[in-house]
C-alpha cells in the first residue's frame, strides 16, 4: 500500500513529462566525432599474384577426370542393385517342402522370474498382487 502512495506522490510532483533531454545538434556532429574518434587503418593493397605456368596435366589423370561421373554413377548403381536384393530376399517368404520343426512351431513359454523379482523390489505381497489383477483397467 505504502508503495502506491510513492508513485502517487512521485507522480504528482514530476508528472508524466520525461525529465531528459538530447542537446541540440547532438546528432548533427555526431557522425563526424565518432569518425575522428576511429584509429586510422591502411587500406588493404592488392597484391599482384604472378600466375605460375600450369603443368601439362599427365593424360591418365585427365582421363580419369572426365570419367569421374561415370564412376560415381556406377557406384550409386551397385548399390542401389545390391540393396534392392537383399530387400527382396528378406522379404520373400522361405520356401521348404521340409516341415517346420514343432519347436519353431510351438510357442515358447516365458521365464517369469524377472516378475518375481520385480514384486520382491516393490515389496508386494500375493495379496496386493490379486488386487491389482482383479481391477480392471
Same mark, same amino acid.
Given at each position: 500500500?505504502?508503495?502506491? #502512495? *510513492?508513485?502517487? #506522490?512521485?507522480?504528482?510532483?514530476? &508528472? #508524466? =513529462?520525461?525529465? +531528459?533531454?538530447?542537446?541540440? &545538434?547532438?546528432?548533427?556532429? +555526431?557522425?563526424?566525432?565518432?569518425? @575522428? @574518434?576511429?584509429?586510422? =587503418?591502411?587500406?588493404?593493397?592488392?597484391?599482384?599474384?604472378?600466375?605460375?605456368?600450369?603443368?601439362?596435366?599427365?593424360?591418365? =589423370?585427365?582421363? $580419369?577426370?572426365?570419367? $569421374?561421373?561415370? +564412376?560415381?554413377?556406377?557406384?550409386?548403381?551397385?548399390?542401389?542393385?545390391?540393396? &534392392?536384393?537383399?530387400?527382396? +530376399?528378406?522379404?520373400?517368404?522361405? /520356401?521348404?517342402?521340409?516341415?517346420?520343426?514343432?519347436?519353431?512351431?510351438?510357442?515358447?513359454?516365458? *521365464? #517369469?522370474?524377472?516378475?518375481?523379482?520385480?514384486? *520382491?523390489?516393490?515389496?508386494? *505381497?500375493? /495379496?496386493?498382487?490379486?488386487?491389482?489383477?482383479?481391477?480392471?483397467?
Amino acid at each position: 500500500m505504502m508503495e502506491h #502512495n *510513492d508513485e502517487l #506522490n512521485l507522480k504528482k510532483t514530476v &508528472g #508524466n =513529462r520525461n525529465p +531528459f533531454r538530447v542537446p541540440e &545538434g547532438y546528432f548533427e556532429q +555526431f557522425t563526424e566525432q565518432l569518425m @575522428q @574518434q576511429l584509429p586510422e =587503418r591502411e587500406q588493404p593493397v592488392a597484391k599482384q599474384v604472378e600466375i605460375a605456368q600450369q603443368q601439362p596435366v599427365s593424360q591418365s =589423370r585427365a582421363h $580419369r577426370t572426365q570419367l $569421374r561421373p561415370w +564412376f560415381y554413377a556406377a557406384a550409386c548403381t551397385a548399390l542401389a542393385l545390391m540393396l &534392392g536384393v537383399s530387400y527382396y +530376399f528378406m522379404q520373400s517368404p522361405a /520356401t521348404s517342402s521340409e516341415p517346420a520343426p514343432i519347436a519353431a512351431v510351438a510357442p515358447t513359454i516365458p *521365464d #517369469n522370474s524377472y516378475i518375481e523379482e520385480a514384486a *520382491d523390489y516393490a515389496m508386494l *505381497d500375493n /495379496t496386493e498382487i490379486y488386487a491389482c489383477l482383479s481391477e480392471s483397467y
